[in-house]
Nanobody
């Protein structure tokens, strides 16, 4: 599975961005998809995840109520709508796919990773 993330950029605090992640290759539709982020000097951290059916979602407390994860299995896409952005949201954002049907929060729970897209929020 290859994952390609896009949609990052520079935005002012309070603004919005929508990240997209396209999957290709040997695609397993019945798997969880997640978004993680990594700021300079920090470990990669969980942001959000969605089950293959989209029935279940999970969010980090820091983004709950501001970010929304969604997926379109027919298009092999997963999205992250980010609203009310804050400077502390600045990071490289990575999409990931898990070979399991659960929605893990840990980095180790994901088997495939995209290359990352930079999100910078100015104050």
């Amino acid at each position: 599975v290859q994952l390609q993330a896009s949609g990052g950029g520079l935005v002012q605090a309070g603004g919005s961005l929508r990240l997209s992640c396209a999957a290709s290759g040997r695609i397993f539709s019945r798997n969880a998809k997640g978004w993680f982020r990594q700021a300079p000097g920090k470990e990669r951290e969980f942001v959000a995840a969605v089950s293959w059916s989209s029935i279940s979602t999970d969010y980090a407390d820091s983004v709950k109520g501001r970010f929304t994860i969604s997926r379109d299995n027919a298009k092999h896409m997963v999205y992250l709508q980010m609203n009310s952005l804050k400077p502390e949201d600045t990071a490289v954002y990575y999409c990931a796919a898990s070979a399991s049907a659960s929605i893990p929060r840990s980095v180790n729970g994901y088997d495939y990773w995209g290359q990352g897209t930079q999100v910078t929020v100015s104050s």
